[in-house]
């Protein structure tokens, strides 16, 4: 890779030359994979045409229509498959019929034929009567047997003709041209074939995959047909996500030319009802399948916007792991991650600081924008913070190689130069609450106190203030630990106008009031990691003294009782803005 298109990413972003660059190297792996694959599914007993026939029908298509097969070739479905497939030969994977899930080269080498209109014969897995077709759609026969079942695939000229058994023992037969459509054009009911729609974004089709069985990134799934209105809401939110991006366009963190996604994969719901959230529950992406992203819809087009930054960060750094060596990893979970519930390891981490760099980069593009910038400053604020935070645990943890450094330090670069721009005080400071929030609660729930910590008794006991560890020492987890919602990190994104709540007198500035408040909560529930959480961070920033910031660095040394202490500074009228504790 030249230099300057590593730096480019290395800073968390990366020109369209950069992104061309790691798309040719998702290239070149698919086909080494492809080739180790084929090497092995000659030894795989099958009912179908066997996988050199259809390779050959592949290559030959390629040669007729090279552009479409490639895009075939190179679909994150595909991908997928590939290495799902690898894994089941290599016995650490599960599925369907192993024949049958070999059988997707065959329907990969009918849509190729199709795209390419050559003519072939090939026997192909039917599910059900149904026939998915990578980029196409799905062919379901009228009237078919039910199960996993074998069907013939004709093609000439652009045309489908699918057979397969019938319900009473007989064949059943469709015909028709598939192809995929814009939202909104579908064919008639009825036709046997369902067309795989696409979201427009200026001249790019990017697919809505909810039919293919690979589009969940791992295991096959069944489809999951939106429905026309729903796909309509998505076509909706979608144009004003993009339009969000377009405001500026360019090669910098947090920018994104929506042409570059490779698919947009609906996660769980298929209808209207009931209303989406406004942000988004859930969104994934995979090494495998470069450029695809399983998003739950949200109702706002700014979350969406957001959250197609952050997945496509993922696919960048994916296809960066693919071409260097960046850390020895001892997969180990047992490190910080401040937008993660659990520990994480190495890799994970590298990850969530790369993909967040690009979220920083995306609210710091708000700032100008008049309807966003009340969120976007304590977004950013609160982003750059966490990723550098991440940055300086990988640059200190002594796994990183060479081009390992060479991304970090691009990272912390970017960070640093962030962290010195100046961002409205009142979201700032709500940011490093929060972030100190996260930090305190993940403590509370995945850190165990050492060996010697007697557990019993109050937070800070009489005559004494409780002793952390050295910096140095390592994390001892909590066998117990299990996930927990992280409910402050957006609900601090705006200060609260009229607060009831410990969290929302904290968010509103008034920590003595969310101290009490936290101190009432924990009388009825002593030693609750969240109640907890909160009534350190509101101590913290009322007594800056030596004791409170300890406890702030090593929550976990917190022992619960049935009454809290004292405060050693009742009389602060104006708390201080909190600050993260010195090591994650």
Same mark, same amino acid.
């Given at each position: 890779m030249p230099e300057p298109l590593f730096a480019e990413l290395a800073a968390g972003g990366g020109s369209a030359q950069a992104v061309a660059f790691l798309e040719q190297g998702e290239r070149a792996r698919r086909l080494l994979l492809l080739r180790t694959l084929l090497n092995r599914l000659g030894d795989v007993p099958t009912p179908l045409t066997p996988a050199a026939e259809a390779w050959r029908v592949f290559k030959e298509a390629a040669g007729r229509a090279p552009g479409p097969v490639e895009r075939l070739l190179l679909a994150p479905t595909t991908g997928a498959w590939i290495a799902h497939l690898l894994r089941r030969l290599h016995g650490t994977a599960t599925g369907p019929e192993l024949w049958s899930e070999a059988g997707r080269l065959n329907t990969l080498a009918v849509a190729a034929s199709l795209h390419a209109g050559t003519e072939t014969v090939l026997r192909v897995p039917l599910h059900d009567g149904t026939l998915p077709l990578?980029?196409?759609?799905?062919?379901?026969?009228?009237?078919?047997?039910?199960?996993?079942?074998?069907?013939t695939a004709r093609t000439r000229a652009g045309e489908l003709t699918l057979t397969g058994p019938g319900r009473a023992g007989g064949p059943a037969s469709l015909t028709c041209r598939p192809a995929s459509v814009p939202v909104g054009e579908e064919p008639p009911a009825g036709t046997g074939w369902l067309p795989l729609r696409t979201l427009t974004a200026g001249s790019a089709a990017i697919p809505l995959d909810d039919l293919d069985p690979y589009r969940d990134l791992d295991d096959p799934i069944p489809p999951a047909r939106l429905d026309d209105d729903e796909a309509a809401a998505w076509q909706r939110l979608f144009d004003e996500a993009t339009a969000i991006l377009a405001r500026r366009p360019g090669a910098g963190p947090g920018r994104?030319?929506?042409?570059?996604?490779?698919?947009?994969? %609906?996660?769980?719901? *298929? !209808? @209207? /009802?009931?209303?989406?959230?406004?942000?988004?529950?859930?969104?994934?992406?995979?090494?495998?399948?470069?450029?695809?992203?399983?998003?739950?819809?949200?109702?706002?087009?700014?979350?969406?916007?957001?959250?197609?930054?952050?997945?496509?960060?993922?696919?960048?750094?994916?296809?960066?792991?693919?071409?260097?060596?960046?850390?020895?990893?001892?997969?180990?979970?047992?490190?910080?991650?401040?937008?993660?519930?659990? %520990?994480?390891?190495? *890799? !994970? @981490? /590298?990850h969530g600081a790369y993909a967040f760099t690009g979220v920083a980069g995306f609210w710091r593009d708000r700032l100008s924008d008049p309807e966003h910038r009340g969120t976007a400053a304590y977004h950013f604020a609160l982003r750059r913070t966490q990723s550098r935070l991440v940055v300086r645990t990988l640059l200190t943890s002594g796994r990183l190689t060479a081009d390992g450094h060479g991304l970090v330090g691009g990272l912390a670069r970017t960070l640093d130069g962030w962290l010195r721009e100046p961002v409205d005080p009142a979201a700032a400071a709500r940011a490093r609450t929060a972030a100190a929030l996260h930090r305190t609660e993940w403590r509370l729930r995945n850190v165990a106190p050492p060996a010697h910590h007697e557990p019993d008794g109050h937070s800070v006991p009489p005559g004494g203030e409780p002793v952390p560890p050295p910096l140095s020492a390592p994390l001892r987890l909590r066998t117990d630990r299990a996930p927990w919602p992280d409910h402050r990190t957006h609900a601090f994104a705006l200060p609260p106008t009229d607060p009831a709540t410990p969290d929302e007198h904290l968010a509103a500035g008034d920590a003595a009031a969310a101290l009490a408040g936290y101190d009432e909560g924990l009388r009825r529930e002593p030693g609750d990691p969240h109640l907890l959480a909160g009534w350190i961070v509101a101590r913290a920033a009322l007594d800056r003294g030596p004791g409170a910031r300890r406890l702030l660095a090593r929550p976990e040394l917190a022992r619960p009782g049935p009454a809290r202490p004292a405060l050693a500074r009742p009389d602060l009228a104006r708390p201080e803005p909190v600050r993260p504790g010195p090591r994650g």
């Open positions: 990578p980029g196409l759609g799905l062919a379901r026969l009228p009237d078919a047997a039910a199960g996993l079942t074998e069907g994104l030319d929506p042409a570059v996604i490779r698919s947009v994969v %609906p996660w769980e719901r *298929t !209808g @209207l /009802l009931p209303p989406p959230p406004p942000d988004v529950r859930v969104s994934a992406s995979s090494g495998d399948s470069y450029g695809a992203m399983v998003i739950a819809r949200p109702s706002s087009p700014l979350a969406l916007a957001e959250a197609l930054v952050h997945e496509f960060q993922h696919s960048k750094l994916a296809a960066l792991l693919h071409l260097f060596p960046l850390l020895d990893d001892d997969r180990a979970e047992r490190h910080y991650a401040p937008w993660r519930p659990d %520990p994480r390891h190495l *890799t !994970g @981490l /590298l």
